[in-house]
């Protein structure tokens, strides 16, 4: 079965532009998750859906972050005014949504940001 | 607060012998799981393995076995028989039932498999 895809997979801006991120868990999974990864660091957590809902936003890092998941299956990160500081690795990942801390998440290739 | 330490940045291995990567953590949680995954340079991050806080037994998956002391708080991974392919940055994670729903991540380890 298929993974979890992410598009694009490099993507470079300019300052201030807006950009669009989207992911496509595995079928069936109903969780999903952001991550962003800087260089030399372990993956941060922005935003994980349940569904079509955002259950907790709490590590999107100001107000320029949104995510949606409209239908409960794809998911779209969205940055508006990109700032320099914005460039990493934007990492979404999927599980079956038991709640459990058991819930394996399985992650895709990645989008990686350069913002210039 | 949840933390995962990983104190070492890089290791060197001779293929075919065995590493551990080391991992230690922190959580006031009774209950937590701890996943270990490989980034190699592509970018995917990849399971490996996963224990469970009160699994009496090690976790084994293949060439991967996890190390897990709950006094010490240490959950190591060891590879065995290493191969020219596992090159690539190991990261360790924590999941408790206080966490939310997000995994935390330590800053990870590169290993080099020599030939």
């Known amino acids: 079965g298929a993974g979890v895809s992410q598009t694009p997979s490099n993507k470079v801006t300019e300052k201030g532009k807006y950009v669009e991120l989207r992911c496509d868990p595995i079928s069936g999974h109903t969780a999903l998750y952001w991550y962003r990864q800087s260089l030399g660091q372990g993956p941060e957590f922005l935003i994980y859906?349940?569904?079509?809902?955002?259950?907790?936003d709490s590590g999107l890092p100001n107000d320029r972050f949104f995510a949606v998941r409209p239908e409960g299956s794809v998911s779209t990160l969205k940055i508006q005014r990109t700032e320099r500081g914005d460039s990493a690795v934007y990492l979404c990942a999927s599980s079956s949504g038991s709640g459990s801390y058991t819930d394996t998440q399985y992650f895709g290739p990645g989008t990686r940001l350069t913002v210039l | 607060a949840q933390k995962i330490t990983q104190t070492q940045p890089g290791m060197f291995v001779q293929e075919k012998e065995a590493v551990t990567l080391d991992c230690t953590y922190d959580t006031s949680d009774q209950s937590y799981g701890l996943f270990w995954y490989k980034q190699p340079s592509s970018g995917e991050m990849i399971f490996l393995i996963y224990?469970?806080?009160?699994?009496?037994q090690n976790a084994t998956e293949g060439r991967y076995s996890l190390n897990f002391q709950k006094a010490r708080k240490s959950a190591n991974l060891v590879i065995s028989a290493s191969q020219l392919g596992d090159s690539a940055m190991y990261f360790c994670?924590?999941?408790?039932?206080?966490?939310?729903?997000?995994?935390?991540f330590g800053t990870g380890t590169s290993l080099t498999v020599i030939p």
């Open positions: 994670a924590m999941r408790g039932p206080n966490t939310g729903n997000q995994f935390y």
């Open positions: 224990q469970g806080s009160y699994d009496e």
């Open positions: 859906f349940q569904g079509t809902g955002a259950a907790d």
